[in-house]
């Protein structure tokens, strides 16, 4: 019954205006926009338009090529440091060369 009440948008537009959370419905977040809600309180419609937002190919995320790779890799790096085999700055000087290989490596398998 309470999610029912929800999908009512006055009162899905009220308890976002209320709690600061995502609106539920399109129609709620319209509501609260056309209340002036918005104008009051800058900032408030952040979350929202970054939902809503449409995608591209650019926006989609970490564009890191063989990501997995260079997170092991870093991972492998620091273990050494948190047992006491590798000073820090070693660690992270290996872990920039052997990231900077596979990136390379990457560019290569997927030139266009």
């Given amino acids: ?3 029912h009440g929800l999908s009512k948008p006055e009162v ?3 308890s976002h205006q209320r709690t600061g959370y995502l609106p539920v419905t399109k129609a709620s977040f319209e509501l609260t926009e056309k209340s002036g809600f918005y104008k009051q309180n800058p ?3 952040v ?4 939902m809503i937002r449409k995608t591209t190919d650019k ?3 970490v564009r890191l090529g063989n990501f997995v ?3 092991t890799i870093i991972d492998e790096e620091l273990e050494g440091v948190w047992q006491g085999s590798k000073p820090a700055k070693e660690a ?3 872990a ?3 990231g900077n290989e596979q990136l390379e490596r990457f560019q290569k398998a997927n030139k266009s």
Avoid: P, T
């Fill in 12 to 14: 899905a537009a009220a």
């Fill in 92 to 94: 992270l000087d290996n």
């Fill in 96 to 98: 920039v060369k052997r």
């Fill in 47 to 50: 979350s929202v338009n970054q």
């Fill in 59 to 61: 926006s989609r995320g």
């Fill in 43 to 45: 900032g408030a419609d």
């Fill in 1 to 3: 019954r309470r999610v």
């Fill in 69 to 71: 790779q260079i997170r």
